[in-house]
C-alpha cells in the first residue's frame, strides 16, 4: 500500500520566517492533498494538487507536485501564528474509489 | 466550517458496547468517507460511499459497518467496542471520487 512520508515531523518558526513541509510517496502520486489541523479538530483543506509540475497558492501558503520525485512541498512565508497547527499530506492510490492516505503530519509552531 | 456536520461530538461507552456515529455531508456531495484517526496509526481510511452504495473499503473492522441513506447522510456503526477503538471518527464529503474532500468536525470516542 502507499506510504506518504512527511519531514520534518515538527517545527519551530520564528513568526515572520520562511519554511518548508515535504511529502514524499512510495508510489506513483494521483493526486495530492493538503490539510491543516488544529489539534482535536476537523481537517481544514487548503490545495489539492494534481499534475507534476502544478503549483498552488492561497495566501502566503504555496504547494508544488514534483511528479518524477513523486513529491510535494508546500511553503509558508512571512510564518504568523495563525499558521500553526499539524499539516497532514494525504494522496489516492489510485485505480479505485477508496480515500485518502495521508502521512503521519508535520507538527507546525510559530514562536513570537 | 466545510458544511460537514457530524454528531455527536463526543462520545463515551463502555467496552462491548454498540454505537452509531452520524454524517450529514455538504449540500449536493454524493460521496462520504470515514476516517479514522488515533495517536498510534494516525488517520486512516475506513469506508467509502457514493450515492448510497458502498464503494470501496480501507482498514475497516468487521465490527464496524456503515450505510448511506437516501438522503445521503451516513452512519457508522461500531459494536463490541474495545479500549482501542478509542479514537477521533471523521466523515468527510465530496461531489464525486477524486474530488476535495471536506472533513467535518469529529466524534471524540472513548471507550472505558
Known amino acids: 500500500s502507499q506510504e506518504l512520508e512527511q519531514s520534518p515531523q515538527s517545527l519551530i518558526v520564528q513568526e515572520g520566517k520562511n519554511l518548508t513541509i515535504n511529502c514524499t510517496s512510495s508510489?506513483?502520486?494521483?493526486?495530492l492533498y493538503w490539510y491543516k489541523q488544529k489539534y482535536g479538530e476537523g481537517l481544514i483543506f487548503l490545495m489539492m494538487?494534481?499534475?507534476?509540475?502544478e503549483e498552488k497558492s492561497h495566501e502566503k501558503i504555496t504547494a508544488k507536485l514534483d511528479e518524477k520525485k513523486q513529491q510535494s512541498s508546500l511553503h509558508i512565508t512571512a510564518s504568523q501564528p495563525s499558521h500553526a497547527g499539524i499539516y497532514l499530506c494525504g494522496a489516492f492510490t489510485g485505480g479505485g474509489a477508496d480515500g485518502l492516505t495521508f502521512g503521519k503530519g508535520t507538527h507546525l509552531i510559530i514562536q513570537p | 466550517d466545510s458544511g460537514v456536520t457530524q454528531t455527536p461530538k463526543h462520545l463515551i461507552t463502555a467496552t462491548g458496547q454498540r454505537v452509531t456515529l452520524r454524517c450529514s455531508p455538504r449540500s449536493g456531495d454524493l460521496s462520504v468517507y470515514w476516517y479514522q484517526q488515533s495517536l498510534d496509526q494516525g488517520l486512516q481510511f475506513l469506508i467509502h460511499y457514493y450515492n448510497g452504495e458502498e464503494r470501496a473499503k480501507g482498514n475497516i473492522l468487521e465490527r464496524f459497518s456503515a450505510q448511506q441513506f437516501p438522503d445521503l447522510h451516513s452512519e457508522l456503526n461500531l459494536s463490541s467496542l474495545e479500549l482501542g477503538d478509542s479514537a477521533l471518527y471523521f466523515c468527510a464529503s465530496s461531489v464525486l471520487a477524486y474530488n476535495e474532500q471536506f472533513f467535518g468536525p469529529g466524534t471524540r470516542l472513548t471507550v472505558l
Open positions: 508510489k506513483t502520486l494521483y493526486g
Open positions: 494538487l494534481q499534475k507534476g509540475g
